[in-house]
């Protein structure tokens, strides 16, 4: 294979994902009774808790905040990311489920692009919800420190996350073709957000709860993104928001392209 021939090959390869992963981004936007409740769930938590826990800003040990909603803020763009990240990965089962995924694999188009595509998607949802997250809420006593630049790498962050997660909810959708498994796994994952200091600050817990939220990388994601809020831009907030959701990135769509080829082998 000449030089030129492995760059058509590879710009092929990419016009190929580009345009599965505009087909997901549609598909996504065309179903809004799919995603209205990663859209406004996350907001009508948030609004509850400010409500419920507004007096817990007094605690010791808890950070100084202008209220709870500019704590909560952070955890939010987590829980509607991981909310909506789910549907990209239902969506690729019922592909799979009705014969277009076949389709698919029998068309001149790269296998890896297939799910890379959907992946991209699934992405680029996750930036759009950060975004409406933060114009949503930012406004009602909770300010972002950090500033715009600040407010950009939560976004960014959102995104990532939504693509960590959908690659692994993707995995399962590889692997068992159905749509009602992988809705019956995200709560699986969707526990860990409540097992980590989401919701509360660390420093406030004790006995098992907080030696389950040292472990959970969750806590550290949130906390980043927290810090940026609170108090502003620095390299340790950019690294917890931006490398924690990366690693796990990177690990989960390792292990889709792997569950892709075994599905491919077994064919």
């Known amino acids: 294979m000449t030089a030129e021939t492995t760059v058509r090959s590879r710009q092929l390869s990419v016009r190929q994902t580009v345009a599965m992963a505009k087909r997901s981004t549609l598909e996504i936007a065309r179903q809004p009774a799919l995603i209205a409740p990663s859209m406004f769930f996350p907001i009508f938590f948030a609004v509850l808790s400010a409500s419920s826990f507004s007096k ?17 803020l952070a955890s ?6 991981l909310f909506g990240s789910v549907t990209g990965a239902a969506a690729l089962a019922t592909d799979i489920e009705n ?19 959907r992946l991209a998607g699934g992405a680029l949802f ?21 500033g715009i630049p600040g407010a950009l790498v939560m976004i ?12 692994i909810m993707s995995s399962v959708a590889i692997r ?3 749509a009602e ?46 810090a940026l809020v609170l108090e502003g831009i620095s390299f340790s907030a950019v690294a917890r928001s931006l490398l924690v959701p990366t690693a796990i990135c990177i690990a989960a769509i390792l292990f889709a392209l792997t569950e892709l080829r075994r599905k491919l082998a077994a064919r």
């Open 126 to 146: 996750g930036l759009f919800q950060s975004a409406f997250f933060l114009a949503v809420l930012v406004p009602f006593d909770a300010p972002i420190s950090a």
């Open 156 to 167: 960014l962050s959102g995104g990532i996350v939504s693509l960590a997660i959908s690659a």
């Open 181 to 226: 498994a992988v809705q019956g796994t995200f709560p699986l994952l969707f526990v860990l957000l409540f097992f980590s200091s989401a919701f509360f600050p660390r420093e406030t817990m004790s006995g098992a709860y907080k030696r389950v939220a040292d472990l959970n990388p969750i806590s550290y994601l949130v906390e980043g993104l927290r």
């Open 99 to 117: 014969g277009f995924f076949d389709r698919l694999l029998l068309s001149p188009t790269t296998r890896t692009g297939i799910l890379l595509g």
């Open 76 to 81: 939010t763009v987590v829980q509607g990311v």
């Open 56 to 72: 817990t800003t007094s605690i010791p040990g808890f950070p100084k905040v202008e209220s709870f909603m500019q704590f909560t």
């Open 176 to 178: 068992t073709g159905s």
